[in-house]
């Protein structure tokens, strides 16, 4: 049966698209040839520096692109997105119109607006007079406790930020003493068990009891699927506050997040394939089907309307001899008010990347209901929408917008894909 609408990306902002699709009544199926971005994020959701005003952005910024009218559903849509996300047991705590300053696993800071419970426990504004031990695992290198500590007292001092101790420890890992662990994913996944988180509160509880701590902080490794848990019986042992640090890339949090999403899209009932969209049928400026290459083969599908979430550069875009190009319909990508293109490709790599880095903002037009257009502003495709980091006009690193974009934009290309439906 064709469905009415196909989404291309299974990340937030096709998830997204898939559950405002979903609600406006129409039937849905997503394509993904893996996970992208999400998958690899600290799951943290940046939605907007909350001292700017969407007027402050630039104006192809996909906030000031769908408009504050658009942008004026944000809060009641995200809220119910995030009863949807409690449902399948991952709780994400904080505020849209409020940062929360987090410690990250380098010892340094990060501001964003929602992040899991397990690490929104480790605000610094939770965190005056407490007295913190951090917990390094023997053999996973990627926690250096003691480099963490350093720099976070280092910043206690500095910042006059009143916690009275910070400290740190090394433990083994119940049953794998001696080993070495090269990913947090092995030990998130052991934790899931309940003898080994047993046994990991006995050695947690042990190293806990001295000195009088109040918080006890750990690498975001408590648990893949069953984090809430974890940190509850932790809390419930030790008689202390737990948290898990923010993550550098890729993450365990951001797992968890796409984890959710699936369990999520598959309970609302979305057609979910697994394969890669090679080409797209088009005749007088309508995408008529896709061709699908799976395990078994090629398959063509067809739609109604057809919402673009491929990603940046996970899946999104590529770099070809003479530029950038979106590889599924050959859509313009735009570097500002131009065409992209690359003389040589050293040009773009050569910029400090936490600046202003060109290759960060690049990506395609779309109008105020997130059609692509081209070069004159028209509509390129007259059923196709898109969302999500594909979308060029801002750096998420500096407007800390990543998941925050991703979500809105991928929930209005769902509503405009979806209409009619009702």
């Keep these: ?55 402050s952005l630039n104006k192809r910024h996909p906030y000031r692109i769908v408009g504050q009218r658009g942008f004026s559903v944000f809060k009641e849509k995200l809220n119910n997105f995030l009863k949807d996300i409690k449902s399948e047991e991952l709780y994400i705590d904080g505020s849209i119109n409020k940062d929360a300053t987090l410690v990250s696993i380098a010892g340094t800071f990060k501001d964003t607006n929602l992040c899991q419970r397990s690490i929104c426990e480790g605000k610094l504004t939770g965190l005056k007079d407490a007295k913190i031990l951090f917990f390094g695992i023997r053999g996973f290198a990627g926690f250096n406790p003691k480099h963490c500590c350093r720099l976070f007292k280092e910043a206690n001092e500095k910042d006059n930020l009143l916690i009275k101790k910070i400290d740190y420890t ?42 009088g701590y109040t918080h006890l902080g750990f690498p975001p490794m408590l648990g893949l699927r069953k984090t809430a848990e974890a940190v509850k019986e932790l809390e419930a042992s030790t008689d202390r506050k737990i948290f898990e640090l923010l993550p550098l890339l890729p993450s365990v949090p951001g797992f968890r997040l796409q984890m959710t999403l699936n369990g999520l899209l598959n309970k609302k009932g979305i057609n979910i394939i697994e394969g890669e969209v090679i080409k797209a049928e088009i005749r007088d400026g309508i995408i008529e089907s896709l061709s699908l290459k799976r395990k078994n083969g090629l398959s063509e599908l067809k739609a109604k309307n057809f919402i673009l979430a491929t990603g940046r550069w996970a899946g999104g875009k590529a770099i070809k001899k003479n530029g950038i190009y979106e590889p599924i319909f050959d859509l313009p ?84 894909a979806g209409e009619g439906k009702e």
Excluded: W
């Excluded at 698209?17 to 690899?40: C, E, Q």
């Excluded at 049953?175 to 050695?203: Q, Y």
């Design 1 to 55: 049966m064709k469905p009415d609408i196909i989404i291309i990306g299974g990340g937030m902002a096709g998830a997204a698209a898939a559950i405002a699709a979903k609600n406006k009544g129409a039937d849905v199926t997503l394509i993904r040839k893996g996970y992208g971005s999400t998958a690899l994020s600290s799951g943290a959701f940046d939605i907007l520096d909350t001292s700017r005003d969407i007027n």
């Design 170 to 211: 090394l433990v083994e890992f119940p049953g794998h003493e001696g080993e070495t662990f090269p990913s947090p994913f092995i030990l998130a996944m052991r934790l899931d068990d309940k003898s080994a988180m047993g046994k990991f509160i006995s050695i947690i509880n042990k190293a806990a009891r001295k000195n």
């Design 333 to 416: 990508i735009f570097e500002k008010e131009r065409i992209a293109e690359i003389k040589d490709v050293a040009d773009y790599l050569d910029s400090y990347v936490l600046e202003s880095h060109p290759l960060l903002s690049v990506g395609i037009r779309v109008d105020s209901r997130l059609q692509p257009v081209n070069e004159n502003n028209d509509v390129v495709y007259k059923n196709l929408f898109a969302a999500g980091s594909i979308l060029g006009g801002y750096n998420y690193l500096i407007d800390q917008c990543g998941l925050g974009a991703a979500f809105l934009t991928g929930h209005l290309a769902g509503k405009y």
